[in-house]
C-alpha cells in the first residue's frame, strides 16, 4: 500500500528553466494539497486540488506558479523560468475526501522534492 | 503577525526528560490542531490530533488546547533520542474546501541526548 509518492526526489535547474514536480495520491484519494517549506521556515499552503478542478489557489505566487490534477495521471505542479528564491522543498499530501488533513488519520505527506536553483 | 508562532528552538534535553512544545496563534476560526513530527529530509507525520479544549493522550504524547488562550502545546514524557526531529504544529478552520487548508508553524528542533 503505497503511500503518497512524489518525484523526483532532487530537482537541479538553471535559473530561467522549467520546474515539473509531480506527485501520485495514495491510492483512492481525489484530493491533493500542495506545500512549500523554505529553509527554517514551516510549510506554506500553496494549492488544493480535486481532480481536475482546482479549489483554493490562494497560497500560490500570481506568476510563473501553476498545479494541475488531471483526471488520470499524478498531480503536477509546474514552476516557469524558475528563480534562485524558488530553491525549497515541495510537500504534497493527499486525503480522500474534502475534510482534509484535519481528520485523526495516518499522516498522508510524501517525502518531498527539493528544487534548487542554481 | 504571523498567524501560528512558535519558538524554533534548537531545544536539547538529556533522555528521558519531559519535553514540552509549544505554539500560540491569533485566528479565532482555528478549529483543528495537529502536531506533525518531520525528521531530517523526509515528510512530516501526523502525531497528534485535537479539536476541543482539553488534553488527549496516546502514548508518551499528550496534547493540550486551550482555545481561551490561543495556546496550544505537546508534551513527550521519557523523551528517547528516537524523538530527535522538529515539531511542527498546524492548524485548520476546519473543512470542506478553502477552509481545511493546514497553516503551520516554524517548527522546533528537539534533540534528545543519551
Known amino acids: 500500500n503505497a503511500g503518497v509518492m512524489q518525484n523526483p526526489r532532487h530537482l537541479v535547474r538553471r535559473r530561467g528553466q522549467e520546474a515539473r514536480l509531480r506527485c501520485s495520491p495514495m491510492?483512492?484519494?481525489?484530493?491533493v494539497y500542495w506545500y512549500r517549506q523554505l529553509p527554517e521556515e514551516g510549510l506554506k499552503f500553496m494549492v488544493y486540488?480535486?481532480?481536475?478542478?482546482?479549489?483554493?489557489e490562494s497560497g500560490m505566487p500570481k506568476e510563473r506558479f501553476s498545479a494541475e490534477f488531471p483526471k488520470e495521471g499524478p498531480s503536477i505542479l509546474r514552476i516557469q523560468q524558475v528563480v534562485r528564491g524558488d530553491s525549497a522543498a515541495y510537500f504534497c499530501?493527499?486525503?480522500?475526501?474534502?475534510?482534509?488533513?484535519?481528520?485523526?488519520?495516518?499522516?498522508?505527506f510524501g517525502q518531498g522534492t527539493r528544487l534548487t536553483v542554481v | 503577525q504571523k498567524e501560528v508562532e512558535q519558538d524554533p528552538g534548537p531545544l536539547s534535553v538529556p533522555e528521558g526528560a519531559i519535553v514540552s512544545l509549544n505554539c500560540t496563534y491569533s485566528?479565532?476560526?482555528?478549529?483543528?490542531f495537529m502536531w506533525y513530527r518531520q525528521y531530517s529530509r523526509k515528510g512530516p507525520e501526523l502525531l497528534m490530533y485535537?479539536?476541543?479544549?482539553g488534553n488527549k493522550e496516546d502514548g508518551r504524547f499528550t496534547a493540550q488546547v486551550d482555545k481561551s488562550s490561543k495556546y496550544i502545546s505537546l508534551f513527550i514524557r521519557d523523551s528517547q533520542p528516537s524523538d530527535s526531529a522538529t515539531y511542527l504544529c498546524?492548524?485548520?478552520?476546519?473543512?470542506?474546501?478553502?477552509?481545511?487548508?493546514?497553516?503551520f508553524g516554524t517548527g522546533t528542533l528537539l534533540a534528545v541526548q543519551p
Open positions: 499530501a493527499s486525503s480522500p475526501t474534502d475534510r482534509g488533513l484535519s481528520m485523526n488519520t495516518e499522516a498522508f
Open positions: 491510492k483512492g484519494h481525489s484530493h
Open positions: 486540488l480535486q481532480k481536475e478542478n482546482i479549489i483554493d
Open positions: 485566528n479565532s476560526a482555528f478549529q483543528y
Open positions: 485535537t479539536y476541543s479544549s
Open positions: 498546524a492548524m485548520s478552520a476546519g473543512y470542506g474546501g478553502a477552509t481545511n487548508k493546514l497553516i
